[in-house]
């Protein structure tokens, strides 16, 4: 894979991670469920790919809706008012609409109306890309905070029919407010991102943009859903997130030793068991939650680092490692200290 040439470059202002949030739908859709709908079994799924259940978001429950709830919670928890915000960055691939971006819709229904919105696709990767480009934004000051967000409804973009990856995604959503830091807590050491565009054609959704225009014919052959050639995507994202974990932790100067967890992309429990080995990281050291939600794609690293900071897995002080990898192929990393 192809080096980028320069990315991840330390702003001269800190800037922290000041509340967390997340939000899942209720509906919860068992492997049990799958069995009826295409030839797979729970015991497949569970033991290929660690998950045992993902939330399906009601009819009209759209990503601005999930990403507005969870963005409220992040601000409640970093105590910063809806009209106080004053960037909005969605991260998802699977906005209300092509246009405009969800990250509009969502500054409607937090009220921020002084904030600038706009989205970011960058796949499972695009949390960790919009908190690097809302660090950098809020540390050369054009920005007091930001609300980065990452957002899904999937399940509108699967192909039910097809066993090979409609098992593997579920929706949700989650969100980070970064605030300049005037302390060390929840300050971000380091970051790294990387794209490799020509491997794009691995996983991706063919049809709706411009290139296969959606037709009844398309819409007939399922072309406006995922696909993906799954193992070869796998080999992908184990070789990436091991080299973006290393070299983010090598840019906030530290070792695999001094990180309290690992919060990596929850696509496949193999491929994270896999990248833990690769870093010498004991299982307890790595954050796991995509048994109960699936592949949320841009959500995914979000919801986790909401989950392990409210349930007290993330004590001050620690450092932690971020690491996603995602459709583009897109990779990206991040060290934060707590
Ligand atoms: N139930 C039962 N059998 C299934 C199945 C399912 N849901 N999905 C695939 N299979 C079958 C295949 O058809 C194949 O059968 P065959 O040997 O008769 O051809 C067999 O299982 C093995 O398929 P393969 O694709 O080699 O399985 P795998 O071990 O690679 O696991 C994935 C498949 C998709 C779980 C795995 O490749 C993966 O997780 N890839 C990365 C996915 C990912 O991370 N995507 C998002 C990136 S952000």
Same mark, same amino acid.
């Given at each position: 894979?192809?080096s980028p040439s320069q990315n991840g470059s330390d702003p001269p202002q800190p800037v922290?991670?000041?509340?967390?949030?997340?939000?899942?739908?209720?509906?919860?859709?068992?492997?049990?469920?799958?069995?009826?709908?295409?030839?797979?079994?729970?015991?497949?799924?569970?033991?290929?790919?660690?998950?045992?259940?993902?939330?399906?978001?009601?009819?009209?429950?759209?990503?601005?809706?999930?990403?507005?709830?969870?963005?409220?919670?992040? #601000?409640?928890?970093?105590?910063?008012? +809806?009209? /106080? &915000?004053?960037?909005?960055? @969605?991260?998802?691939?699977?906005?209300?609409?092509?246009?405009?971006?969800?990250?509009?819709?969502?500054?409607?229904?937090?009220?921020?109306?002084?904030?600038?919105?706009?989205?970011?696709?960058?796949?499972?990767?695009?949390?960790l890309y919009?908190l690097e480009i809302a660090r950098h934004a809020i540390a050369a000051g054009a920005?007091?905070?930001?609300?980065?967000?990452?957002?899904?409804?999937?399940?509108?973009?699967?192909?039910?029919?097809?066993?090979?990856?409609?098992?593997?995604?579920?929706?949700?959503?989650?969100?980070?407010?970064?605030?300049?830091?005037?302390?060390?807590?929840?300050r971000i050491l380091s970051s790294h991102l990387g794209t490799?565009?020509?491997?794009?054609?691995?996983?991706?959704?063919?049809?709706?943009?411009?290139?296969?225009?959606?037709?009844?014919?398309?819409?007939?052959?399922? #072309?406006?859903?995922?696909?993906?050639? +799954?193992? /070869? &995507?796998?080999?992908?994202? @184990?070789?990436?997130?091991?080299?973006a974990?290393?070299t983010a932790m090598e840019k906030a100067g530290?070792?695999?030793?001094?990180?309290?967890?690992?919060?990596?992309?929850?696509?496949?429990?193999?491929?994270?068991?896999?990248?833990?080995?690769?870093?010498?990281?004991?299982?307890?050291?790595?954050?796991?939650?995509?048994?109960?939600?699936?592949?949320?794609?841009?959500?995914?690293?979000?919801?986790?680092?909401?989950?392990?900071?409210?349930?007290?897995?993330?004590?001050?002080?620690?450092?932690?490692?971020?690491?996603?990898?995602?459709?583009?192929?897109?990779?990206a990393s991040a060290v934060v200290?707590?």
């Amino acid at each position: 894979m192809a080096s980028p040439s320069q990315n991840g470059s330390d702003p001269p202002q800190p800037v922290r991670i000041a509340g967390t949030g997340s939000y899942v739908p209720d509906r919860i859709m068992t492997n049990r469920e799958l069995e009826d709908l295409v030839e797979t079994s729970d015991d497949w799924i569970t033991s290929r790919t660690g998950i045992r259940e993902r939330r399906i978001a009601a009819e009209g429950e759209l990503t601005s809706h999930m990403a507005a709830a969870a963005a409220r919670r992040a #601000l409640e928890q970093a105590g910063v008012k +809806g009209d /106080e &915000v004053e960037l909005i960055i @969605v991260a998802t691939i699977t906005p209300d609409t092509i246009t405009p971006a969800t990250a509009c819709y969502v500054q409607q229904e937090l009220g921020a109306l002084r904030a600038v919105a706009f989205d970011v696709s960058a796949a499972c990767s695009g949390f960790l890309y919009a908190l690097e480009i809302a660090r950098h934004a809020i540390a050369a000051g054009a920005f007091r905070n930001a609300v980065i967000v990452g957002a899904e409804k999937l399940s509108a973009f699967v192909n039910w029919t097809d066993r090979n990856t409609c098992v593997l995604f579920g929706d949700g959503a989650g969100a980070a407010v970064l605030l300049p830091s005037e302390d060390h807590h929840g300050r971000i050491l380091s970051s790294h991102l990387g794209t490799d565009g020509a491997q794009a054609e691995l996983l991706n959704i063919p049809g709706g943009g411009a290139a296969c225009p959606i037709t009844p014919d398309n819409v007939e052959k399922r #072309l406006a859903t995922l696909a993906m050639q +799954g193992r /070869e &995507v796998f080999k992908h994202a @184990v070789n990436a997130m091991r080299r973006a974990s290393e070299t983010a932790m090598e840019k906030a100067g530290l070792t695999t030793g001094e990180i309290a967890l690992v919060i990596p992309h929850q696509a496949n429990l193999r491929i994270i068991d896999a990248i833990a080995e690769r870093l010498n990281l004991p299982a307890e050291k790595v954050f796991v939650n995509l048994d109960k939600y699936g592949n949320t794609s841009a959500a995914a690293v979000a919801i986790a680092l909401d989950e392990a900071n409210r349930s007290g897995r993330i004590r001050t002080g620690d450092r932690i490692l971020l690491v996603a990898f995602g459709a583009g192929l897109t990779w990206a990393s991040a060290v934060v200290e707590w």
